[in-house]
């Protein structure tokens, strides 16, 4: 299945916007504007024209504690009624979104905050899933995977299902160039940290 990740940006917490990481991935991104937002940087409107067809802006108009988030937490509201299989990642700092994304996990809903692009998986390149992994590995070492399909599997939970099969090949290789693992002939993975 093609997921679609949609991006909730919380732009009264979070200016960077690398929406060039966007380009020919299944996201969809939603700038959250405040009363604040009147006008927005060149590069930042030039972005916006560019992926016009993946990113819309959510004027409110509004200001004061919270209103941005509220606003926030009704669009995803909104949209988990439209696409339930859908990624739902808010971009935030703001650590009161997190009882927002117990709910969502509560129901069944993927859901994720996270404070920068890099962060979010689907936009990652290979070498920051290169070192998410490993830092997963390590936490995990109980439950590391001992065979490549296994590995494969696991690979796309931690990603939310989210990596293309030539995503997960150049990832495994990525492992293996940067030794945290090595492969038997027979599938099986080795870890070398």
Do not use: W
Not at 6 to 23: G, H, K, P
Not at 99 to 127: D, G, Y
Request: hydrophobic share 40%.
């Amino acid at each position: 299945m093609n997921r679609t990740n949609y991006i909730y940006v919380d732009f009264e917490n979070v200016q960077e916007t690398d929406l060039d990481r966007i380009a020919n991935k299944p996201v969809k991104v939603r700038l959250i504007l405040g009363e604040r937002h009147k006008s927005l940087p060149v590069k930042l409107v030039k972005l916006i024209q560019k992926f016009s067809e993946q990113v819309r802006l959510v004027e409110t108009g509004l200001n004061g504690k919270n209103a941005l988030d509220f606003v926030l937490a009704y669009e995803i509201g909104v949209e988990t009624e439209t696409d339930p299989n859908g990624y739902f990642h808010i971009l935030s700092r703001d650590k009161g979104f997190d009882a927002l994304i117990r709910h969502l996990k509560a129901k069944e809903i993927l859901a994720a905050r996270h404070t920068a692009f890099s962060e979010i998986p689907v936009l990652m390149n290979l070498s920051e899933r290169v070192k998410l992994l490993t830092a997963h590995f390590k936490a995990n070492q109980a439950s590391r995977p001992k065979k490549r399909k296994t590995l494969e599997s696991q690979m796309q939970s931690v990603f939310g299902k989210t990596l293309s099969l030539g995503e997960v090949e150049d990832t495994i290789q990525g492992l293996v160039t940067e030794k945290i693992i090595t492969l038997s002939e027979k599938g099986e993975v080795v870890y070398k940290i």
